[in-house]
């Protein structure tokens, strides 16, 4: 069954500390993405890749990095957390084609104190 | 840039009623963007629910509905009689997904009462 899997699913962090979201796929999409969702805003493009090796910037990529080391695998890293950065973290793994509608994991609430 | 405005929650039905989440769009980059409508039921991620690639078509799923409009921009998302189970926050979205240009809306939370 596809799926995307998202870890942890919750974490606390503290200000100035680093923090890595992970993203698993078994779709073989590959376009992979990465969505933050606050109150009262949409979700919100951070990061995106096309396939390994490929990372993209997003719509609000300040503050974020992204990694694609494999297929399968996308992480989100903040270098240096800020309270900014407490949110809710969307996953998603699409094919290609203007058709698609991507496949989300469950999110990650992060608490950045 | 392109946007979508949809109704803002939360949102109280009785169950059997009749529902309906409005989603208006402003697409300029792209004449005929693709449509969609996502629902994340409590604990879980986003799912779709219907999409819609076609300006004029219905799609519909799970007993909801949603009509591509072009001329008035519109697609929203309706139901008949609601269940309790339908409780849930649903997301209009602006396709395709390419590049950036996709585009959600900020959500309505649905809660049904008995």
């Known amino acids: 069954e596809a799926a995307v899997t998202q870890s942890p699913r919750n974490k606390v962090a503290v200000t100035g500390g680093k923090v890595t979201l992970s993203c698993n796929q078994t779709?073989?999409?590959?376009?992979m993405y990465w969505y933050r969702q606050d109150t009262g805003h949409g979700l919100r493009l951070i990061h995106y890749s096309y396939g390994a090796g490929s990372t993209e910037k997003g719509d609000i990529p300040d503050g974020y990095k992204a990694s694609r080391p494999s297929q399968e695998n996308f992480s989100l890293i903040l270098e240096l957390a800020t309270p900014s950065q407490t949110s809710v973290y969307f996953c998603a793994s699409g094919d290609e084609g203007n058709n698609q509608a991507p496949l989300f994991g469950e999110g990650t609430r992060l608490s950045v104190l | 840039g392109d946007s979508v405005t949809q109704t803002e929650g939360p949102v109280t039905v009785s169950e059997s009623e009749s529902l309906i989440i409005n989603c208006t769009y402003s697409?300029?980059?792209?004449?005929?963007?693709?449509l969609f409508w996502y629902v994340r039921y409590p604990g879980e991620g986003l799912q779709l629910l219907l999409k819609v690639i076609t300006a004029g078509q219905k799609g519909s799923s799970r007993g909801f509905e949603a009509t591509y409009n072009k001329e008035t921009t519109s697609f929203h998302l309706q139901k008949a009689s609601v269940q309790e189970s339908d409780s849930a926050v649903y997301y209009c979205?602006?396709?395709?997904?390419?590049?950036?240009?996709?585009?959600f809306g900020t959500g309505t939370k649905l809660q049904v009462v008995p």
């Open positions: 697409a300029t980059s792209i004449a005929y963007p693709n």
């Open positions: 979205a602006l396709g395709p997904w390419s590049g950036t240009y996709q585009r």
């Open positions: 779709n073989n999409h590959n376009n």
